[in-house]
């Protein structure tokens, strides 16, 4: 949640500064697919503390790193389970 908070006002404004609407967009499809994403986060930071292992070479880079990756791997198994089921299980699974 403090990540989240950080960074969408630094997302914000770099938009407001490119007058960028793929930022925009970007922060539209993740809002639409949050429920998802927070019900599959955990699994995916697991998978990526068991991937990661012990190579954490600095905590809050390491930390920004998985974050990120768990948003974005997260998202993409939201979207190829969209289009797998074809819509028909989302409104069972918040999706």
Known sequence: ????ISLIPIILKINNKYKS???TKILEQIGDNSFGIYFI????????NYIWGSLEFNFFITYFIKCVM??????????????????KFNKYLGF
């Open 1 to 4: 949640m403090f990540w989240t």
């Open 21 to 23: 609407n793929k930022i």
């Open 41 to 48: 986060h955990i699994f995916v930071l697991n998978f990526l």
């Open 70 to 87: 768990c948003v974005i791997i997260s998202y993409l198994f939201i979207i190829g389970f969209k289009r797998i089921t074809k819509n």
